[in-house]
């Protein structure tokens, strides 16, 4: 199966950046489509961005304008760079990959917080 591994949370003030990492790996990988989600305590699991095998991306409406997602398929990787940051981006952000057989793998999470 597909492994996702996730990098780049932490802890960053208002306005602030923060650049999300997400490696995968495994003979099953094939770039059809990866993406972001994030959970928050007490919120609804929100999909935030997503990238196609052709480079097309889309967003949340909360996010259009700040985050920006990216892809290194050499790397076999995708990126979230997340600028202007506001308390409510505090989350768990969660990698996804699309499968080839219709199903999506997932990387374990990695914590942002934005905090003054």
């Known amino acids: 199966q597909v492994q996702l591994v996730e990098s780049g949370g932490g802890l960053v003030q208002p306005g602030g950046s923060l650049r999300l990492s997400c490696a995968a790996s495994?003979?099953?990988?094939?770039?059809?489509?990866m993406g972001w989600y994030r959970r928050a305590p007490g919120k609804q699991r929100e999909l935030v961005a997503a990238?196609?095998?052709?480079?097309?991306?889309t967003y949340s409406y909360s996010v259009k304008g700040r985050f920006t997602i990216s892809r290194d398929v050499a790397l076999k990787s995708v990126y979230l760079q997340m600028n202007s940051l506001k308390p409510e981006d505090t989350a768990v952000y969660y990698c996804?990959?699309?499968?080839?057989?219709?199903?999506?793998?997932w990387g374990q999470g990695t914590q942002v917080t934005v905090s003054s």
């Open positions: 495994g003979s099953a990988f094939r770039f059809v489509g």
């Open positions: 990238i196609t095998s052709g480079n097309t991306t």
């Open positions: 996804y990959s699309e499968g080839t057989l219709g199903g999506r793998d």
